[in-house]
């Protein structure tokens, strides 16, 4: 699992900072329409991790941008991002996964 925190551009498709969990193992049968309930996921585990890691990071699920082995979270437009970085570095080192910074989203939208 690689962890990607991206910028907003051009090149993201967001208009806020993306948090992304890239070669996540997938429960067998997983749809991006059914929630990921497996506990011993890498989905459930970044999924979870992002959430509960601080209180103060306003984000939110990309649906749309979510695909086999791929998760994505957009950062509110009003979080600091002393704070993104932090959290996106305290998410990673929960995970015990590399943090990358820059590039672009693996999936884009059509």
């Known amino acids: 699992m690689i ?3 991206t910028e907003p551009s051009s090149n ?13 193992r997938d429960p067998a049968g997983w749809t991006r329409f ?4 497996s506990a011993d996921s ?6 979870a991790t ?4 601080d209180p ?8 749309n941008l979510l695909d086999e082995g791929l ?4 950062y509110a437009w009003n979080v ?8 996106a570095m305290k998410v990673a080192d929960a995970l015990g996964a590399e943090l990358v910074l820059g590039g672009r989203c693996t999936r884009q939208v059509a």
Not at 50 to 53: A, D, F, K, L, S
């Open 3 to 5: 962890i990607r925190l």
């Open 80 to 87: 600091p991002e002393d704070v993104i970085l932090e959290h």
């Open 12 to 24: 993201n498709s967001a208009n806020n900072w993306l948090l992304q969990a890239e070669g996540l």
């Open 56 to 63: 103060r990071v306003n984000l939110g699920h990309r649906k």
């Open 42 to 47: 890498d989905r459930f585990r970044f999924d």
């Open 71 to 74: 998760s994505v979270f957009e």
């Open 34 to 37: 059914v929630p990921c309930h």
């Open 50 to 53: 992002v959430r509960e890691t």
